[in-house]
């Protein structure tokens, strides 16, 4: 199975912060890398996918590099409603797995 | 408008079984693989299985192989996720989502407001 592992586990970041989470996966996934936001009580919501290309919807200050093994999920300036927890998941092999997550509060 | 809506959760003893449902509206049911994800309470997001757009292909996690089944039937635009021989560590939010392309891939665009598996006795 491929080990996804996320970090920070969380962050305390301020609005207009810039953020990075790091996503490593524990063997090379090309970009069949998606990322997910989910607020409190609330079902995941997709981000991004194809490692870097921007769902429908999702505001330009998201955004996905990487390739391979290492990935990031950047939010270039923290907005009140990103308050939230952001898990990436692999799509190159079965059992599709997910990361432990990224919580990232309020400073 | 996309809409998918979980059922069928609920309260159950261990070794006991649930069937889980799932309606998606507001697109072509037929032309997207479906998927079930779990969260337990307070943890992350687990996979659990998922099923093409036919439903002749179906992958499952290690953890529930042998006792949970996920099915589908098109022309009720409906999922189903048969879960027998339940345990404790099954407890969780059950989510189904839906493929992002009519073209295979395992990324989830909608996902439903999830329905409560508890198993205790």
């Known amino acids: 199975d491929i080990q996804m592992t996320q970090s920070p586990s969380s962050v305390s970041a301020s609005v207009g912060d810039r953020v990075t989470i790091t996503c490593r996966a524990s063997q090379g996934i090309s970009s069949w890398l998606a990322w997910y936001q989910q607020k409190p009580g609330k079902a995941p919501n997709l981000l991004i996918y194809a490692a870097s290309t921007l769902q429908s919807g999702v505001p330009s200050r998201f955004s996905g590099s990487g390739s391979g093994t290492d990935f990031t999920l950047t939010i270039s300036s923290l907005q009140p409603e990103d308050f939230a927890t952001y898990y990436c998941?692999?799509?190159?092999?079965?059992?599709?797995?997910f990361g432990g997550g990224t919580k990232v509060e309020i400073k | 408008e996309v809409q998918l809506l979980e059922s069928g959760g609920g309260l159950v003893q261990p070794g006991g079984s649930l069937r889980l449902s799932c309606a998606g509206s507001g697109f072509t049911f037929s032309s997207y693989a479906m998927t079930w994800v779990r969260q337990a309470p307070g943890k992350g997001l687990e996979w659990v299985s998922v099923i093409s757009a036919s439903g002749g292909t179906i992958y499952s996690a290690d953890s529930v192989k042998g006792r949970f089944t996920i099915s589908r039937d098109n022309s009720k635009n409906s999922l189903f996720l048969q879960m027998n021989s339940l345990r404790a560590e099954d407890t969780a939010l059950y989510y189904c989502a839906k493929g992002l392309y009519t073209v295979t891939t395992y990324y989830f665009d909608y996902w439903g407001q999830g329905t409560l598996i508890t198993v205790s006795s």
């Open positions: 998941q692999q799509t190159n092999s079965f059992p599709l797995t």
